[in-house]
């Protein structure tokens, strides 16, 4: 039972990592330093994770048996409103380039949990696979979040001094 705890951890994982990474709020109109950007992303971040603890994960078994297309439509709207958050800030140039690379690592996360929900909605297959394809792409959006500071806005934050 191995590859079907593993894709349940990549379920809860990525779904903290992308709801995490829609954090956000309006910025100045000069451009957010890196500091101020992971200051504000954090402080959005930490608003989402009670949202989707919320929503109760789908077992091993839901899995198995395709019944997990519940789950995906309760948190596909969270990580719709996070990302739509996130794009509100405005980095400034200096940090514009890994800001974008946060944004599109977490985009790319969000587009395979929307093909998720509608392959399981469509009673399509396919929806492993594509869960499969969730864990390198939040590994980077953890990774990308984590260099511009946004260590709440990963699903697995490093401590302050941490890697």
């Known amino acids: 039972m191995g590859p079907e705890q593993g894709r349940s951890a990549v379920v809860a994982l990525t779904l903290t990592a992308v ?5 956000g709020s309006s910025s100045s109109t000069g451009g957010l330093s890196k500091q101020q950007l ?16 919320a929503v109760k994960a789908p077992s091993i078994s839901d899995i198995q048996s395709g ?15 996070a990302i739509a958050q996130l794009k509100t800030l405005k980095p ?8 974008n690379q946060m944004l599109a ?6 587009t395979l949990i929307d093909q998720v929900r509608t392959r ?31 260590t709440a806005c990963a699903s697995t934050p490093t401590q302050s001094g941490g890697g």
């Open 38 to 53: 992971a200051a504000k992303a954090n402080s959005i971040c930490s608003g989402y994770k009670p949202k989707i603890a």
């Open 120 to 150: 399981v909605d469509k009673g399509q297959g396919g929806a492993p696979t594509l869960l499969a394809q969730v864990v390198p792409r939040t590994n980077a959006a953890d990774a990308a979040a984590k260099n511009i500071g946004a």
């Open 67 to 81: 019944h997990y297309a519940p789950y995906f439509d309760q948190i596909a709207p969270i990580y719709d409103q």
């Open 105 to 110: 690592q977490f985009g790319a996360v969000t």
């Open 92 to 99: 400034a140039s200096n940090v514009q380039g890994q800001w």
């Open 19 to 23: 709801v995490a990474a829609g954090c």
